[in-house]
């Protein structure tokens, strides 16, 4: 199994860090995990675009993880995609797909008939939504639903992901949440959110002191993660979604070593951790982790 951290930032505008977005991959099968924004230029630099993801997961409907979805049906048409799309995600998802198609039927209805494209089949979008402890099945990729707690956001998610011997746990948008860290118990790897609270400040007109408070409360914070991956027994920990983009990279990974004994991943941006040689890739760099696989 293969998993490339395609979008490792937030909603701030970072060209480092575009939005949230996560791909597995395993034996020839692809599954994309959130699209937030920039993710189809994402997919394309890691090379797999969009035209060959099997399907779509969310893990909850704030903007930062879905905003891009229209860009990735139509480029994936473009790109010659032959099978429609089918997203899983919490409820709700089926009202925000319906009406994002319904917002571009007009476009969408005179693209179609003036550009008289070959197939129109990746325009068909089927919508699943689950519920805690489901499975997905996705050639071989077989995906398990965690609620994890990003409250008051309701139906928030975070994902397991098993093919043949190896398991990625994907924690989603959470704070410290004990659910997720029993579904991950003993994964190969945890990608795990982190909010690095020392690295935002106050700015008059854009965020108080509230404001940093109430984000803080539903992500997990740079001093908790280090433990949950502890706790969880995770053999290697890479952390995305981080808020702020530009976190301090040597505080923060000092700040989790003292809690984690195993690899930690800063992720960034295209980094690929390829689970069956616990290795890690990005650019020209190639890393063993030092770990059996
Ligand atoms: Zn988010
Ligand atoms: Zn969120």
Known sequence: MRVTLLGTGC?????????????????????LIDCGAGVTHRLVEAGTPGAAVGALLLTHLHSDHIVDLFQLIISSWHQGRDRGWPIYGPKGTRRYVDG???????????????????????????????????????????ITTVEV???????????????????????????????????????????HEVYVHRDIRVIPGVRTEQSIRN???????????GGIARDAGARVLALTHFVPPKADREQLLA???????????????????????????????????????
């Open 149 to 191: 707690d990003h409250k008051p956001v309701k139906h928030a998610f975070g994902f397991v992901c098993e093919a043949g011997d190896k398991r990625c746990a994907i924690s989603g948008d959470t704070r410290r949440c004990a659910a997720l860290i029993e579904a991950a118990r003993d994964v190969d790897l945890l990608v």
């Open 11 to 31: 909603p701030n505008v970072d060209l480092e860090r575009h939005g949230p977005a996560t791909l597995i991959e395993h034996d020839g099968d692809a599954v």
């Open 215 to 225: 984000v803080s409360s539903y992500h997990t914070l740079s001093s908790e993660v």
């Open 100 to 142: 994002l198609m319904a917002l571009w039927a007009p476009e969408l209805e005179q693209r179609i008939a003036h550009e008289q494209r070959p197939s129109t089949a990746a325009l068909d979008v089927t919508v699943h939504e689950f519920s805690d402890g489901e499975r997905i099945q996705v050639g071989a990729l077989d």
């Open 255 to 293: 700040e989790v070593r003292g809690d984690f004994s195993g690899p930690v991943l800063i992720g960034e941006d295209l980094m690929c951790i390829d689970l069956a040689d616990m290795s890690v890739r990005m650019g020209l760099m190639r890393l063993s982790l030092g770990l059996d696989p």
